[in-house]
């Protein structure tokens, strides 16, 4: 029997709060943006498309979130900073800054060619140097709170993937390195690295089947995938002053998958000679 408490955030915990969102539109980062909203944040989305960031931006202001969509490439460094000039106009000082823009497919270092490796750097690595660098006029100075959406692939060697794990890791150490310039000014600057997040556009293309999503499940040490909302909440507390002595740290928020393969059964061990 669990013993666990409930939620523990507040309602209303983050009025006031303006969150600029990139990569907005969907999956696990419109999932941070709802939470915020719903808690009482105005939240900003942005990403390649007006269409998708007003969908999403009208489905939070249906629900009687404040929330605004904009159109930006996070590769194109003169997109970003308009976006971060628009959302200022509308806002005020921004508080959180996500940068969780990404791209990513299954692919060999063979079957990758030069263009390919570079669009998903592009997107993931040049895509936050962008977004943190733009930032900075823009947000509350001392207290804001920077989180890029990194991944364990980062860390981690994973086959198929180096055009992922090259990125990720070059975002890791962005951070890191913001962290230490960005300090002295009061702004923290953090990662969070999911694991395998269900109903996401990540997990379909890395798990395209239920056999490999079984398999995969069967290594996690939680053995399941996590939600979106354990990442929601995790981003809302990087945003809160209960962590306003964290900077610098890439929060894994993925069952325990960093360890390594948890498939053994430990629970039941073979019977000793
Ligand atoms: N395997 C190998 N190469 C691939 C590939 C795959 N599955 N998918 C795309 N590429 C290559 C393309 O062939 C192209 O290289 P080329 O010019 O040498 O032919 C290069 O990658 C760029 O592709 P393009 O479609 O022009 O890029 P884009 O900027 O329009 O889209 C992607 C970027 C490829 C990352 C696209 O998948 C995307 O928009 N992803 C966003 C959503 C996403 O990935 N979500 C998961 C986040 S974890
Ligand atoms: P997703 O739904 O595809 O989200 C990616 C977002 O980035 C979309 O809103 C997309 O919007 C936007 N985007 C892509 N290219 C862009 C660009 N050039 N400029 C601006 N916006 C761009 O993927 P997800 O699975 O939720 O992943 C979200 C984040 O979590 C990523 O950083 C990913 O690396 C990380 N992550 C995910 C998992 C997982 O299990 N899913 C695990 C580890 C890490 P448009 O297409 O509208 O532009």
């Known amino acids: 029997m669990t013993t666990q408490s409930a939620d523990i955030i507040r309602p209303g915990a983050c009025t006031g709060q303006i969150v600029f969102v990139a990569g907005g539109s ?41 929330a605004m969509g904009v ?3 996070v590769r194109d460094s ?28 299954l692919a060999p270092v063979i079957g990758l060619s030069t263009n ?19 930032c900075y006029d823009f947000i509350a100075k001392p207290g804001a709170s920077l989180i890029a959406i990194t991944a364990g692939q980062a860390v ?7 055009h992922a ?18 300090g002295p000014a009061g702004i923290r600057v ?16 890395l798990a395209p089947n239920p056999e490999i999503t079984e398999r995969l499940k069967s290594r996690i040490p939680l053995r399941d995938y996590g939600t979106k909302s354990d990442i929601a909440d995790l981003a ?16 894994d928020c993925d069952g325990g998958s960093i360890l390594g393969d948890a498939s053994a059964d430990a629970l039941a061990p073979p019977k000793r000679n």
Not at 49 to 60: F, N, P, T
Request: charged share 15%; hydrophobic share 50%.
């Open 26 to 66: 969907g999956g696990i980062n419109l999932g941070i943006a709802q939470r915020y909203a719903e808690l009482g944040a105005s939240v900003a989305l942005i990403s390649r498309s007006q269409e998708r960031v007003d969908a999403a931006a009208a489905e939070i202001t249906s629900r009687g979130g404040i």
């Open 190 to 205: 953090n990662g969070i690295a999911p694991g395998p997040i269900g109903d996401t556009e990540g997990m379909a293309r």
């Open 156 to 162: 981690r060697p994973t086959m198929f993937q180096a």
């Open 236 to 251: 809302v507390f990087l945003g809160s002053a209960n962590a306003k002595y964290i900077s610098g740290a890439i929060l």
């Open 116 to 134: 390919a490796f570079r669009t998903v750097i592009d997107i993931d690595l040049i895509g936050t140097f962008n977004v943190f660098r733009s």
């Open 78 to 105: 003169a997109a970003v900073l308009q976006a971060f000039e628009k959302v200022h106009a509308a806002y005020g000082d921004i508080d959180v800054v996500i940068s969780g823009a990404a791209g990513n497919f």
């Open 71 to 73: 159109e930006a490439d």
């Open 165 to 182: 794990c090259a990125a990720k890791a070059g975002v890791n150490l962005l951070t890191q390195t913001l962290a230490m310039e960005w």
